[in-house]
């Protein structure tokens, strides 16, 4: 470059472009974005407008947050650009201004990002928006330019114009004078030369820009003389120079170290009054320090002006000089930033130098040197607080645990949270080692962490590749408390939905308690699962009391364990309910002795309503008895278990004796008969007693009379009754047994007998503290009575009840008395006894049933009077949704319509929601039908959930063509379908063998990994499987494992047997039937890719196989040959894959080998590719583009394994079998090109 401006005739050339070309032209707006980044403030007003298309909603609010981070802070993050470029990539209506913003973004002004980084970033961008053929024009071309510029990127400039030119774009004078600048920042003077020309032939004005761009050529190659000789040029010409001029020209003598240089460009700057911008001294610091001099940088810092955005401006270059490895001079740029007021700033000040650091991936040592060098210098107090964050949100783990251990020599507590991010990374990595050495690390540091740490970061990592015995067992290695890692390993299971193993696990380690972290797992796994039978196992463990002290042999359920089983209950209650497993829950509760409080009782059978059983009722009054103990738990090893009535029996007549103690076994003995319900023996027992001279207390004839009462022995309950009564006249039974006597009477149609029983036997207080087992067997009572439709039985009875404060009302109580009008007909009698419940008690029994009585009427003016008094109760918000659900039901859908459009009606999700699940386990898809009819184009009611649920009705019901309709649906009305939704669909299409017409979505593939609740719930509704092979095979393992190997063996010979006879049932098919149809159903069963690998390992399974290919064969299908023998040649069985070859495959028009060539890919199994080529080739049917796809598969793994010789040669024995170029892979042959060139090797085939 020294010899540029020294060579006359090119002075003289300048000299006369300076009288012939427009030299007045200025500075142009796009000269100035060149040379100062800031400008890009006022060119976004520009970029931002849209002049072409219709904005994209999405892509513009991000674009407009990029003008706005420039303009604050003239400078944006790569985070921005990366939201920016997924954008785009998702888009395809992206405008021709979006993108040019969009190519600017990529140069200086991500300042944080090496060059090298930005530029491979506008290379992607670039590619993307050629891809989506975005209209792109000169302007995109200039802002790649000045992007390669910023970021010194070495490119072709006559490579760019033949890519302009071949896009028929005309390069402007912008494009030159950028081009320019790149020859002249590379020093390459013949390349300025040639675009002066060119610029010159063209008759474009030589402007500043140009100019600016040879004094920066010769400034920053060394040649100032030269730089000052441009200069002078400049005034001959008649340009004044900028400041941008001056700038440059001190950057050079800057490069050099010439301070006295720098200084008199200045003030000669100064006294052309041109002053120097805070931009313009920090370029000149940052040629300093690029130059080796950052000794002298501080005989700059008087010149600095330190003006508006300095701050900003500061920042950008620290981030410059970190990046070029220039720290020093990064220091002293900090020691200028003027301190602020807030303290709150001062506290962070800096964070974007440690940060910066930190993403440069120095080593641990270097950034703690770093950050206590700049806590000591006193530029940024907080450091080793500000690294440790940074390291940790970056994901540099290891680092971070170094600043943790740093944090903590200066006194700062370090807490177990702030270890979270390192255990996500790691679980992230499924770095399970590392993982666990962190876990010890920090319960050295004695901060255990949490259970939620565990079951977010780590026990789920530790699940995908052991079993959960191990991953306890793991965890313990660690130092993780054993009950600790036992209880979140069990809620983690039944986050997954694996309720059976979460049992496993709570039975082994006994994690009691816990019940609000325990609930919504728990609730979950069993609304999917239906697994009652390891759910009470999970409750009874969790409600077990804990080890007691020796002298101690009860067991003590406490009342805070009773509320909180009865709450568990009661929710599960809430999600089975509807699949009649009720009593069945219940029942398994009762057999665990777990108690629940009445209060839960009381809830339950309010929650229940018209579904209450009497079964169940019975069931809840024994849950609530006092009397209840908790049963053992399986695995607890006890002196003595509790002994039943024939034991207990055969001690007594063991012993003769009639001491005390026999008495207490007679008495034992007794109330053992009475819990198990032997009437039969009891009143044996009674006579027996009674003649030996055992004296009956009171509270054991009171069981005794209750007994009889429960199995309709009224003669004898009655004469027990006066048995106690004889003994204590002033005896009162309580108010419960009173009932079971009247229960018993009415069951036996003694209802006038009853009712004076009641009358007789009024109680003498208001209740007895008995509420809920009074309630529910008054409600048995109630509801036998209604069946019976009788109306003034089922009246009196309730008043009797209530006036005598037996009982309390409720909708649950007072339901019997309007299904008693409803059984005989009489609506007018139901409403009015419905108005009497609304008046008198607040209850509205029966309300639903009642509104759909009025609408299958169409009786408008009582359904308002019901809807008006329903009201005052229960608010307008709540009857209106139980108004719609009703008009549904009943098939109106127009006036669900106009409930749900009720201005200001808020629409309640989860009532709907509700409904829906209920109409699935219902069966009933014409309710949603009309639920989502009547809720269509309602934009404030979320329709995915109905849309679900109808689908999962449809599917249960095997409508698959209403299935796949409704998908069609979705796309009428323009709604997006979930990956819920489209799941569950392609799943269900998958087991009918129908074609699959949409992309399914990804996330299925890692659903059994990262199963949660809302990723699962369709498997609430799936039929049951057949267990899969893995699931097979993790069996036998685990009997191996355990000891059971003949167990073990049985299972896998029942196994292969039921494989065995699943191929003898296609085979019969095949052989027995004419129907095409019927053959083809069968063969959709034949085993395929991994499950064939299997069977063909297995001799006899495989001879099978090979039977069923054969006859297939000869009866027109060659598919299951054609599989079969792909499995052969994968595993080495040429003799059978030949047989087969012959039989049935080497005339066949159709040879699929895809499986084959991804196997041995995977396998790295070239030979077997070269072997299955060699076959097809016996195949005149197959045609040549088949065979090339083998080739080229073949080359390709060739490659993969770094073999190119044998690539070409594989390749040449393609050529002259007598394939083509058009016969290969195109890029197979391009990678065997640039493989053989790289290594010195000629390769002559014209691509």
Known sequence: ???????????????????????????????????????????????????????????????????????????????????????????????????????????????????????????????????????????????????????????????????????????????????????????????????????????????????????????????????????????????????????????????????????????????????????????????????????????????????????????????????????????????????????????FKGAFYIKHLIKLDKSADAIIQSCRDLQSEGLIQNAIYIATESSLTQGRSELAEKLLKELKKDGIEVRQHYYWPILAQKSKEKDEEGLLQVVKNMVSEGLSPSGEALRDYIIPLLLQTNSPQNAIIKLQLANVPTIHAARNVMLELLENGDIKNAAEVALTYRPRGQYPLLTRPLINALSRTKDINSFVRILHVTNSPQVLQEDTNEDVQTEDSTNEAGRLIKIAIKNIWRDNLTEELLTQVLSKGIRISTTSAQEIENYLGNNMTTEISELLSKLTSPDLEVAPLETVRRKQGPRNAAELEKILNNNKNTDSSNNRLRKQILLTYLKENNTEKVTSLLEEYKSSGFEFNLSLLAQVFELYCESNEIEKAKGIQQEMMSKDPQFVLNNYKKIVMTYALVRANRDDEAIQYLKDNKPPSENDGQNFLLNSKSWQMLNTLAERKDVAKVKEVTKLLIENNYIEPNNVLLGPSIKVHLLNEDTDGALCEFENCCKQYRSTPWKGELMKVLILKEDASKLQWLADLSTQIHGEVNILHDLVLAFVECGKLRQARRILETPGLHTRQKRLQDACQRYVEEGKS??????????????????????????????????????????????????????????????????????????????????????????????????????????????????????????????????????????????????????????????????????????????????????????????????????????????????????????????????????????????????????????????????????????????????????????????????????????????????????????????????
């Open 1 to 347: 470059m020294s010899s540029l401006l020294r060579s006359t005739k090119f002075v003289r050339y300048f000299t006369g472009a300076a009288r012939t070309l427009i030299l007045n032209s200025a500075k142009t707006a796009d000269a100035t974005l060149l040379s100062n980044s800031k400008a890009l403030s006022a060119a976004n007003n520009v970029l931002l407008r849209d002049y072409a298309t219709k904005k994209s909603e999405s892509l513009e609010p991000l674009l407009q947050k990029l003008d706005s981070e420039v303009r604050r802070f003239g400078r944006i993050t790569k985070k921005d650009i990366d939201e920016v470029f997924d954008e785009l990539r998702a888009k395809n209506d992206i405008t021709s201004s979006q993108s040019l913003l969009v190519i600017r973004c990529c140069g200086e002004l991500v300042p944080e990002e090496l060059p090298e980084q930005r530029t491979l970033l506008v290379q992607k961008i670039w590619n993307v928006l050629t891809e989506r053929g975005v209209p792109m024009d000169v302007s995109h071309y200039n802002a790649l330019l000045r992007v390669y510029i910023e970021n010194e990127h070495s490119f072709s400039p006559a490579q760019f114009l033949e890519e302009m030119e071949r896009k028929g774009l005309q390069p402007n004078r912008v494009t030159y004078q950028r081009l320019m600048w790149r020859y002249c920042q590379e020093g390459d003077v013949e390349g300025a030369t040639k675009v002066l020309e060119k610029m010159r032939e063209l008759s474009m004005p030589v402007s500043e820009p140009v100019l600016n761009a040879l004094i920066m050529g010769h400034a920053f190659h060394g040649d100032t003389d030269g730089a000052k000789a441009v200069l002078e040029t400049m005034a001959s010409a008649g340009l004044k120079p900028s400041n941008r001029t001056y700038a440059l020209l001190a950057c050079g003598y800057a490069r050099k170290g010439d301070i006295s240089g720098v200084e008199s460009i200045i003030n000669t700057a100064k006294e052309q009054d041109n002053y120097l911008t805070d931009k313009d001294f920090m370029d000149i610091i940052e040629q300093l320090a690029i130059g080796g001099h950052g000794d002298k940088v501080e005989q700059v810092f008087p010149y600095l002006n330190k003006s508006a955005g300095y701050n900003q401006e500061v920042c950008n270059l620290i981030l410059k000089l970190l990046n070029k490895d220039k720290e020093d001079v990064a220091k002293k740029m900090m020691s200028t930033m003027p301190k602020t007021a807030n303290i709150e700033d001062t506290m």
């Open 926 to 1247: 014409e309710y949603l039908e009309g639920l989502l009819e009547a809720t269509k184009e309602l934009s404030h009611i979320d329709r995915s959930n109905i849309f679900y649920h109808l689908l999962v009705t449809y599917c249960k019901a095997d409508e698959t063509d209403k299935a796949l309709g409704l998908w069609t649906l979705l796309q009428e009305e323009g709604e997006v379908p979930s990956d819920k939704f489209l799941s569950y669909l392609g799943n269900h299409l998958k087991t009918r063998n129908r074609d699959i017409p949409f992309i399914m979505p990804e996330t299925e593939v890692t659903e059994i990994n990262t199963q949660k609740p809302t990723q699962k719930v369709q498997k609430k509704y799936k039929e049951p499987q057949k267990p899969t092979k893995k699931e097979i095979s993790d069996h036998i393992e685990k009997l191996t494992q355990e000891g059971k190997t003949t167990q073990a063996m049985d299972y896998t010979m029942k196994n292969i047997e039921e494989g065995m006879e699943h191929m003898d049932n296609i085979l019969r098919v095949i052989e027995s039937s004419d129907n095409n149809e019927e053959i083809e159903v069968a063969l959709r069963s034949f085993p395929r890719s991994s499950a064939l690998a299997a069977a063909v390992q297995n001799g006899e399974l495989s001879a099978k196989c090979h039977k069923i290919a054969e006859l297939a064969a000869s009866r027109g299908y060659t598919l299951p040959a054609n599989l079969l023998w792909m499995e052969y040649l994968l595993v080495g069985k040429y003799k059978e894959a030949n047989s087969l070859w012959q039989k049935c495959l080497i005339n066949s028009n159709i040879v699929v080998f895809r499986r084959l060539l991804q196997e041995c890919h995977m396998k790295n199994q070239p030979e077997t590719i070269e072997n299955m080529i060699e076959i097809l080739k016996t195949n005149s049917s197959i045609s040549p583009a088949s065979v090339g796809n083998a080739y080229s598969r073949l080359i390709n793994l060739y490659l993969f394994n770094n073999k190119p010789d044998k690539a070409l040669a594989a390749f040449n024995k393609a050529i002259e079998s007598g394939l083509s170029k058009e016969h290969f892979n195109i890029s197979s042959i391009k990678r065997l090109k640039e493989n053989l060139e790289q290594a010195g090797k000629q390769f002559d085939f014209s691509i």
